[in-house]
């Protein structure tokens, strides 16, 4: 399995996920200039990985000038063919921006940039403590979306405290439902404003990162 991470201008993650996927996971990882368009030495086994950081400066709206880029013409097409497609934090935005996954992210309830390690949990109900570093990571969508979320099982993560249980004291950002992360309804498609890349090497004393990449991107199935 191969990695391919998008630089856009203002990304500030990058180099912190290549070196997670690389050096910390072992595997091989490609960085992606946004201007090209070539992804054709990745195949629907591989995924593609926009990271964190202030795409364009997060003018008009976080990734709302990033989704017209090339590359991210290439990434729609490989989606569309079944490619897995990992948007962290910025790349969720991007990814809600381009219409790969529903409903946007919108400024923090607090109305602050908030960075600190948070616990969110999956299906398997682990708690795990991933940093987060944002301002608009407010998950909102309408009801009708988010019934149809809940109901496909399209939310892959929620915050949550240390035991696993979800509260609004437990919600950074205000989000609905307390969602961290969802996936697009083929399953191949998933965007978090946590980090993951943030927790992943034991220098940090905090490996709960590798569990993220790996359930979502390497153990899982290749949609069909």
Not at 48 to 75: E, T
Not at 143 to 161: K, P
Request: proline share 4%; glycine share 12%; with cysteine.
């Amino acid at each position: 399995m191969k990695f391919g991470v998008v630089v856009f201008p203002g990304s500030n993650c990058d180099a912190d996920m290549i070196h997670a996927l690389r050096d910390d996971l072992g595997y091989e990882v490609t960085a992606l200039w946004h201007k090209d368009r070539d992804l054709s030495m990745f195949s629907t086994s591989d995924c593609i990985v926009l990271p964190g950081g202030f795409s364009y400066g997060d003018y008009l709206r976080c990734g709302a000038i990033a989704r017209f880029s090339p590359m991210m013409q290439s990434v729609v097409s490989f989606s569309e063919k079944g490619g897995k497609v990992l948007g962290v934090c910025n790349g969720f935005q991007i990814l809600c921006e381009a219409g790969l996954l529903p409903g946007v992210l919108l400024r923090n309830e607090n109305m602050k940039f908030i960075c600190k390690n948070v616990y969110i949990k999956g299906t398997d109900g682990v708690p795990l403590k991933i940093p987060i570093a944002h301002g608009e990571g407010r998950f909102y969508a309408d009801a009708e979306t988010l019934e149809l979320l809940e109901t496909n099982g399209q939310v892959i993560y929620r915050y949550c405290d240390e035991n696993g249980e979800l509260s609004a004291g437990a919600n950074p950002n205000g989000s609905l439902n307390n969602i961290a992360g969802i996936t697009n309804a083929r399953g191949n498609v998933f965007g978090m404003m946590p980090h993951p890349e943030r927790a992943c090497n034991e220098q940090l004393s905090n490996l709960d990162g590798r569990k993220v990449l790996k359930d979502l991107l390497v153990n899982a199935a290749v949609p069909a």
